[in-house]
C-alpha cells in the first residue's frame, strides 16, 4: 500500500530512507523518523485493534505514550511482545507487528458479539453476575474473553542489562523546558544527566512552533551534546521516583547486543520537564477510529507530514486546539472547529468555527464518517460528514514522578488540572508539568450530554455510565472507583482518564475536581519488561553459585552436579548407564564396606578467637564451649531467640582463646553474620573476633572402616593411634599443613581434611590414588543424604522447621546439663515448648516403597486434611535393604511401635513408628577401634 | 571458559573497554584487631577507615585484609604472630582464595557496576559491595580499581560479566 496520507512536504521523517514493515500480514512502507503509529496513519489504517471489554473497533486516540487505544503485538524473530503503544514503536526496516484483542482481525472480529451484550457488561458486572455457586468456574471464561495481548509462552530470549549512574542534575524531558533546564545547569559545570523517552530530542518542539523552535531545540541539543559534563539518554523513559532522590529509568537500546538498559539514577536535583497531556473530551462514539486527540493531528501533520483526515471536526473546550485546527486546513484538510464556549479569543485561519457548540455523537461503523453537533443543551443542529476528529478537552500536567516522589498536588482552576505543589525532594516542574499551558482559556466540559457509550478509559473500556454506577453504589472514593471500574489502571496507568473520570465523580456528587482528588501514582510509570528489572540476575546467575575448590577434579570424575545449599555440588558419580538412585546407592554402600571421599568444602567455617571468646560461644550454643579442652570437638545445636533450631554443627577448641566453629553448609554467612551482630549490638563488653575463614579451606573428608589406614598411606605426621572420634589435630598430609577433624556425618569413623583452598585438588588426587588399594569411591550429597538418614542424623532445614525445639529432636538433655544461660534458653519454657503434643523427630518404617518426603501422617481414622505431622527425609537405605524415613510426628516419642497411616497424592501408605537411628545405634562404627 | 581478567577486558561497555591485569601470587591475609589492639592500626601503618593502600585494605571496622607478595609474606606474619601473643589483634591467612584484579582507568565501569560514585574508587580509597549478587571489595590504586572477590564465586562472576555487557 502506497503512503496515501503523507504529504508532499514539510515532517521530521528522512523521505530518502524507505522502511518496509508489516502490519496484520499486509505490506507496507513508511520512512525513518516514523513510528509505527504514523506510518500505519500514513498508509490509511485507523483501525489497528479490538477494546478490552467490548471488543469495539478502536484506532489511535494519540500518537505517543499517551496512547493506550493502539496496542499492538511486536514480533522479532521468535520474540513476541505484546501490548506495545504503535506510537512508542520506533518504524524499522523488517519491522513485522500485529493487532491484539481480535480474531480473525479488526476488521471481523467475532467477539465483537460481546457489544450485543454491553448493556449487561457494566462496571461490577462479574462482582456480582458470577458469584454463585463459584465465581472460579466462571473465571477461565471471562479471561479468556478479556484482556489485551497474549504474554508469550516462550522464554525472553531477550538480554537487559543495568546500570548506574549518579549526577548533580538529572532532567526528565527534553522538551523546550527540559532542554533549556539541562542548559542553565550544564553551563555552571554541572554533571547533568537529559532523559528522553522519544527517540528524538526537541519535545513539543518537534511539531508545534513551527521552524523556529524546532532550529531552537536542534541548537540547544547541540550545544549540550557539546558539553562533557552532560549525557543525553534518548529512548529512555523515566519509570519511576523512590527515596533519596533515587529514579529508575529503562532505555531501548539499538536492535542488537543488549534490548534494554535498566538505569538506576540518584540525582543532586531533578527537574521533571515531562510535559503535558491533552484530556480527551467524553461524548458518544468518541472511541471510534478516526477520533483522536487534537494535538495528535498536529503532530502527525508537524512531524510526521501525515494527514490524518481530509475532513476534519474540530472539538474543543479551550484555546489550544486552534493551533491543531489552523495546521489541518494549512496542510490541506476541510477543518470545522466546534468549540463549547460561547466565545474565544484564539483564531484559526480558514477554518469554520462554531461557537457554543459540542459534537453530541459521531456516526460511523470502522471508521468516524460524520460527527453529530449539538447546542450545549443536547439539542442537534447539524451533522458534519468528516473522516476526522479532534478533541482537546484541556490538558493535564504529567505529575506522576512529581506523586512519586512524595510531592502533593493541587488542583489548578486556570488549567483545570492537578500541578505540583509542595516537594518533599529535590525536585522542581518546569513548563508543561508544571501547568505552564500558556492560555488555554478552558471552560471545564466534562461530560457532553447525549445518549451513546462515552468513554472515559479507553484502555479499559470505562464509561461515563460505569462511573455514575460507582458512584450511585457508594464508591465515591477515588481509590474505591478505581477498583470498582478499573478506570486508570493497565497500560495507560490513568494518563488520558484520570482528570476526566474523577471529574465527572465529583460532578455526581457535588465535589469540585480538586476535592475528589486523585489516585495513589505509582511505579512504573509506563509499562516495561519484567525482563528489564531482571537484568542479568536471570537463568543461572539468578541466585550466586559458588564452585568448590577441587570443582575441576570432580567434572574429571564425571560428577553429576546439582544445586546445594548456594553451591554447585556433586550429586553423584554415576558409571555409564547408571542412574542417580544406583549410583547413590552403591556410593552408600562403599562408605559402610571401604573407604569413600565426600567433597565437604562448604562446611561452614568460623573462628571464633579472642579473651571472651568461650564465654561467648557460651551464650550462643546449646552445649557448653568452655568446658572444652584444646584439641576437642563438640556438637552443639544454635537456637534464635524464640528456642527455634536454627543451626548446627562441630565446633573445635583451637587453643584457650580461639575456637573453629564448623556450621551447616549453607548457613555459614547467615551464622557468621549473626554472631557479628550479637557482639556488635548486644555484648558490646565482650573482646572476641569472629571471621568467616569458608573460603580460604577446602576440607576432603575421608570415611568408612578403611579410613584411617588411607590416611595412614597418604602420609601424615598426625598421630593416628591417638586420634579418636571429636578430637582434632593439625599436622601435615599428603605432604601439605592440613587440619583434620574426627567428626562423622556418615556414622563411620571420618577425618575432615583441611587444606588451603587452592591445594584441594592435589589432596583430592593423592586420596584418589592412594585409596585405590581401599576401594575408594567418591560420594557425592545422595550418598551423604542416604548414610545420615540412616544413622539417624538431623539435616537442619529439612527434619527441621521454623517452629521445631531442641526436645522436638530429642536433644533435651544438652539445655538441661547446661548451668549458664544461652540464646533462646527462655523461650523452652513457655507453656508452647513443653507441650506435650509438639511435633517430634521419629524413624517410619514401612514395609511398601519408599515414602514420599512431605507425605502427611493421619489421625487414626481421620481424612485427609487433618495431619499429625510429616516425612522429613526417605530414603531406600542399601544398609538395610528396606525404606526409611525421617518424620516430624505429633507426640512421636511417646508412639514408638504404632503403626499408622501415610497419605500423598491421593495414595495411603502404612508405616510404623520407632527410634530416628536405623543403623548402628550404639555408634561402635565411629570410634574406629578408639573407645 | 576465559580467564576472568580477559573477559573483563573484553567487555564493550558503552563503547568503553578497560584494562585488566590478574595478580597472580598474592598473598591474603585477614586481620583483625582486639579491643586491646586499639593502636594496631598505628603500630603496623594501615589505612585508615574507608582507607586502602597497594598492601592493606580496610575492609570493616579494626578489620583489614593484607596483600602479601611471597617474599614478604613469613615477615608479616612474624609481626601479626607478635602483635597476637600480645592479644591485639588475630588473623587468618586465606592464601589464594582471593581474585585479585587490577583495572585500569576503570573508575567509570566501576561506579556503572556497583552503583556507587566513582569518588568511592578514588585514590587510596576503599569499598565494600555487591556485584552480581556478591560481595566484592574495590580499592582505589595509582594504576586503576583493584577489585577482589572469592575465588569460589569466579565463574559466577564470569557469566555475569559476560551477560551484563551491552
Known amino acids: 500500500m502506497t503512503q496515501v496520507l503523507r504529504l508532499a512536504n514539510g515532517g521530521l521523517i528522512d523521505r530518502t530512507r524507505m522502511l518496509r514493515f508489516r502490519f496484520d500480514g499486509r505490506d507496507f512502507t513508511g520512512h525513518s523518523g516514523d513510528t509505527l503509529a504514523s506510518a500505519l496513519l500514513a498508509n490509511g489504517v485507523h483501525l489497528v485493534g479490538r477494546s478490552f471489554k467490548y471488543h469495539r473497533p478502536r484506532g489511535f486516540v494519540g500518537i505517543g505514550q499517551e496512547d493506550a487505544n493502539a496496542l499492538v503485538r511486536v514480533a522479532t524473530g521468535d520474540q513476541v511482545e505484546p501490548n506495545l503503544k504503535a506510537g512508542e514503536v520506533v518504524l524499522r526496516d523488517g519491522l513485522e507487528a500485529f493487532s491484539i484483542n481480535c480474531r480473525p482481525s479488526p476488521r471481523h472480529d467475532l467477539r465483537a458479539v460481546h457489544q450485543i451484550a454491553a448493556p449487561l457488561l457494566i462496571a461490577g458486572f462479574y462482582y456480582k453476575t458470577f458469584m454463585w455457586p463459584n465465581w472460579h468456574l466462571f473465571e477461565g471464561a471471562i479471561r479468556r474473553a478479556a484482556g489485551l495481548g497474549t504474554a508469550p509462552e516462550g522464554r525472553d530470549l531477550d538480554r537487559y542489562v543495568h546500570a548506574y549512574a549518579d549526577c548533580d542534575l538529572l532532567v526528565v524531558g527534553a522538551g523546550p523546558a527540559g532542554l533549556t533546564a539541562a542548559l542553565d545547569g550544564a553551563r555552571t559545570g554541572a554533571r547533568t544527566i537529559l532523559a528522553e523517552a522519544d527517540f528524538a530530542i526537541g519535545g513539543s518542539a518537534l511539531w508545534r512552533g513551527g521552524s523556529d523552535a524546532a532550529e531552537a531545540a536542534t541548537a540547544a541539543e547541540a550545544e549540550l551534546r557539546a558539553l562533557p559534563n552532560v549525557t543525553i539518554l534518548s529512548r529512555t523513559q523515566v519509570f519511576g521516583y523512590y527515596d533519596h532522590n533515587a529514579l529508575a529509568a529503562v532505555e531501548y537500546l539499538a536492535d542488537h547486543g543488549a534490548r534494554q538498559r535498566l538505569w538506576k539514577l540518584r540525582a543532586g536535583r531533578v527537574i521533571l520537564a515531562s510535559g503535558a497531556i491533552e484530556r480527551p473530551l467524553v461524548f458518544a462514539g468518541n472511541d471510534r477510529p478516526g477520533v483522536m486527540l487534537a494535538s495528535a493531528a498536529q503532530a502527525l501533520v508537524g512531524r510526521f507530514a501525515v494527514l490524518p483526515g481530509r475532513r476534519a471536526v474540530i472539538f474543543t473546550n479551550n484555546d489550544s486546539a486552534y493551533d491543531a485546527a489552523a495546521a489541518l486546513a494549512v496542510a490541506g484538510a476541510e477543518v470545522t472547529l466546534v468549540d463549547s464556549r460561547p466565545a474565544s479569543a484564539a483564531s484559526a485561519p480558514g477554518v469554520r468555527i462554531l461557537h457554543d457548540r459540542v459534537v453530541s455523537a459521531t456516526k460511523g461503523v470502522r471508521h468516524v464518517r460524520a460527527a453529530i453537533v449539538a447546542d450545549r443543551a443536547g439539542r442537534i443542529s447539524e451533522t458534519l460528514p468528516c473522516d476526522l476528529i479532534g478533541m482537546s478537552g484541556g490538558w493535564s500536567p504529567i505529575v506522576h514522578l512529581f506523586s512519586q516522589s512524595g510531592g502533593k498536588l493541587r488542583f489548578c482552576e486556570e488549567i483545570q488540572g492537578f500541578v505540583p505543589g509542595e516537594a518533599v525532594q529535590p525536585v522542581t516542574a518546569v513548563g508543561g508539568a508544571a501547568g505552564a499551558l500558556g492560555t488555554l482559556a478552558i471552560e471545564p466540559l466534562w461530560e457532553v450530554p447525549g445518549r451513546g457509550k462515552k468513554f472515559v478509559d479507553f484502555a479499559n473500556d470505562v464509561t461515563a455510565h460505569d462511573i455514575a454506577i460507582a458512584m450511585r453504589e457508594n464508591y465515591v472514593s477515588v481509590e474505591h472507583l478505581k477498583r470498582y471500574t478499573t478506570l486508570g489502571m493497565g497500560v495507560d496507568q490513568g494518563k488520558t482518564s484520570n482528570v476526566n473520570g474523577l471529574a465527572i465523580a465529583g460532578a455526581l456528587t457535588g465535589r469540585a475536581p480538586g476535592k475528589v482528588g486523585t489516585t495513589k501514582f505509582r511505579p512504573p510509570y509506563s509499562p516495561i519488561a519484567l525482563g528489564a528489572l531482571a537484568g542479568p540476575l536471570v537463568g543461572p546467575l539468578f541466585r550466586p553459585l559458588r564452585h568448590l575448590p577441587a570443582h575441576d577434579w570432580h567434572v574429571a570424575r564425571g560428577a553429576l552436579f546439582e544445586e546445594h545449599g548456594g553451591w554447585w555440588r556433586p550429586s553423584a558419580y554415576p558409571h555409564v548407564g547408571e542412574t542417580l538412585e544406583a549410583a547413590a546407592a552403591r556410593e552408600a554402600r562403599a562408605a559402610r564396606t571401604g573407604a569413600a571421599l565426600f567433597d565437604g568444602s562448604p562446611l561452614g567455617k568460623i573462628e571464633v578467637s579472642g579473651p571472651d571468646a568461650a564465654r561467648f560461644l557460651d551464650r550462643v550454643y546449646v552445649g557448653t564451649a568452655s568446658t572444652l579442652r584444646p584439641g576437642r570437638a563438640r556438637y552443639g545445636l544454635m537456637l534464635n531467640e524464640n528456642g527455634v533450631v536454627i543451626d548446627d554443627g562441630v565446633f573445635v577448641r583451637l587453643a584457650d582463646d580461639r575456637y573453629l566453629v564448623h556450621t551447616t553448609s549453607g548457613g555459614a554467612d547467615r551464622i557468621a553474620a549473626m554472631l557479628d551482630e550479637w557482639l556488635q549490638c548486644e555484648w558490646r563488653d565482650l573482646d572476641v573476633v569472629v571471621m568467616n575463614v569458608g573460603s580460604q579451606w577446602a576440607t576432603l573428608t575421608v570415611s568408612g572402616p578403611s579410613a584411617r589406614d588411607l590416611l595412614a598411606a597418604l602420609g601424615t605426621d598426625i598421630d593416628l593411634a591417638d586420634f579418636p572420634h571429636m578430637r582434632f589435630r593439625e599436622g601435615r598430609v599428603a605432604g601439605l599443613p592440613a587440619r583434620v577433624l574426627r567428626a562423622s556425618f556418615t556414622g563411620e569413623a571420618s577425618y575432615e581434611i583441611s587444606v588451603a583452598a587452592g591445594a584441594a585438588s592435589g589432596l583430592a588426587t593423592a586420596i584418589a590414588a592412594k585409596g585405590a588399594p581401599f576401594g575408594l569411591t567418591p560420594i557425592g550429597v545422595e550418598a551423604i543424604m542416604i548414610l545420615r538418614i540412616e544413622k539417624g542424623y538431623l539435616a537442619i532445614g529439612v527434619d527441621t522447621d521454623g517452629t521445631t525445639l531442641p526436645d522436638d529432636l530429642g536433644m533435651a538433655g544438652g539445655v538441661a546439663r547446661k548451668g549458664s544461660d544461652f540464646i533462646g534458653r527462655r523461650s523452652l519454657d513457655r507453656p508452647d515448648a513443653v507441650r506435650p503434643d509438639r511435633l517430634q523427630l521419629v524413624g517410619l518404617l514401612t514395609d511398601g516403597p519408599r515414602l514420599a518426603v512431605g507425605a502427611h501422617v493421619l489421625r487414626e481414622g481421620g481424612v485427609p486434611g487433618v495431619s499429625d505431622g510429616h516425612v522429613t527425609s526417605s530414603v531406600d537405605s542399601p544398609a538395610l535393604g528396606r525404606p526409611i524415613a525421617l518424620a516430624l510426628i505429633r507426640a512421636g516419642r511417646a508412639r514408638l511401635g504404632e503403626t499408622v497411616t501415610l497419605y500423598d497424592m491421593g495414595i495411603r501408605h502404612r508405616a510404623t513408628i520407632v527410634e530416628p537411628v536405623f543403623f548402628d545405634r550404639e555408634g561402635q562404627r565411629l570410634n574406629d577401634g578408639h573407645s | ?166
Open chain 2, 1 to 166: 571458559m576465559t580467564d576472568t581478567a580477559d573477559m573483563m577486558a573484553s567487555l564493550d561497555w558503552s563503547g568503553t573497554s578497560i584494562r585488566v591485569t590478574p595478580r597472580h601470587g598474592l598473598s591474603a591475609i585477614r586481620l583483625k584487631a582486639t579491643k586491646r589492639g586499639r593502636t594496631l592500626a598505628v603500630d603496623l601503618g594501615l589505612p585508615a577507615t574507608g582507607g586502602a593502600t597497594e598492601d592493606a585494605i580496610w575492609i570493616g571496622p579494626d578489620e583489614w585484609l593484607l596483600l602479601a607478595r611471597p617474599a614478604e609474606e613469613g615477615a608479616i606474619v612474624a609481626r601479626l604472630a607478635a602483635q597476637q601473643a600480645q592479644g591485639a589483634c588475630y588473623w587468618s591467612a586465606i592464601g589464594d582464595g582471593l581474585v585479585i584484579l587490577d583495572l585500569g582507568e576503570a573508575g567509570g565501569l566501576v561506579s556503572q557496576l556497583t552503583g556507587l560514585p566513582q569518588a568511592s574508587f578514588a585514590l587510596g580509597r576503599a569499598a565494600r559491595t555487591r556485584v552480581a549478587g556478591i560481595a566484592v571489595l574495590f580499592a582505589g590504586m595509582s594504576w586503576g580499581t583493584r577489585m577482589i572477590f572469592d575465588r569460589m564465586y569466579d565463574r559466577h562472576i564470569r557469566r555475569w560479566l559476560d551477560a551484563a555487557a551491552e
